[in-house]
């Protein structure tokens, strides 16, 4: 059984920064693409940024440059590390895993969130102004 399960939100001043983290486990495979989105009060679930299992990442438009997703050598966790926070970044952020082939196509932008079937809970991140 895939589970997911995110910690590490919380509230933030504009400019801070945070470090989310994801324990992955119940993934059998060895290949794979692990992401994170969010989702604010009122809108649709939004890609942030992905990796996958041969370490390629990608990023939504609005957080390159502040955001890196990373993993941790066993591969058990990932991460994303956000800096220079903004108001605008203020979400719910998952973290989620399916099949290798759904990073490739990150490549024209973050790809929807019905394209992956298995998520964690959430944490929540609060970024005043």
Known sequence: QVRLVESGGDSVEAGGSLRLS???????????????????????????????????????????????????????????????????DTAMYYCAVDKFILCRYWGDGPIPATRYDYWGQGTQVNVSP
């Open 22 to 88: 994801c324990e992955v486990s119940g993934w059998t495979r060895s290949t794979y693409c692990l992401s994170w989105f969010r989702q604010a009060p009122g809108k649709e679930r939004e890609g942030v940024a992905a990796i996958s299992s041969d370490g390629d990442t990608q990023y939504a438009d609005s957080v390159k440059g502040r955001f890196t997703i990373s993993q941790d050598d066993t591969k058990k966790f990932l991460y994303l590390q956000m800096d220079s926070l903004k108001p605008d």
